[in-house]
Nanobody
Framework: QRRLVESGGGLVQPGGALRLSCVTSGFSLDYYAFGWFRQAPGKEREGVACISSSDVVTAIADSVKGRVTISRDKDTVYLQMNSLEPEDTAVYYC??????????????????WGQGTQVTVSS
């Protein structure tokens, strides 16, 4: 049984920081890549960051580059977000897929999804 459970979202003011967590179960570090995606009201789901199997490769979306990092520690994948802006407001989802050497920022490439955690950036 494979599961992804996100946490760490909440209400923060502009310029603040959050660390989102994705607790994984049933996924092998040797075979699965993990990604963070977000979806704001009225917008398409957007890739934020991903990390490959064995942590060989990471990718960060241009829209958040310099403000976010992705990392993995045992069974948990983290998304550290700094200097948050109102435009970052969205439901953030953790996803996983068996995709070999690298990782992808296209949501259609992922087969496993968590339920999401709400991030709201507002003064």
């Amino acid at each position: 049984q494979r599961r992804l459970v996100e946490s760490g979202g909440g209400l923060v003011q502009p310029g603040g920081a959050l660390r989102l967590s994705c607790v994984t179960s049933g996924f092998s570090l040797d075979y699965y890549a993990f990604g963070w995606f977000r979806q704001a009201p009225g917008k398409e789901r957007e890739g934020v960051a991903c990390i490959s199997s064995s942590d060989v490769v990471t990718a960060i979306a241009d829209s958040v580059k310099g403000r976010v990092t992705i990392s993995r520690d045992k069974d948990t994948v983290y998304l550290q977000m700094n200097s948050l802006e109102p435009e970052d407001t969205a439901v953030y989802y953790c996803a996983a897929d068996n995709m070999g050497w690298g990782c992808h920022l296209q949501h259609s490439e992922y087969d496993y999804w968590g339920q999401g955690t709400q991030v709201t950036v507002s003064s």
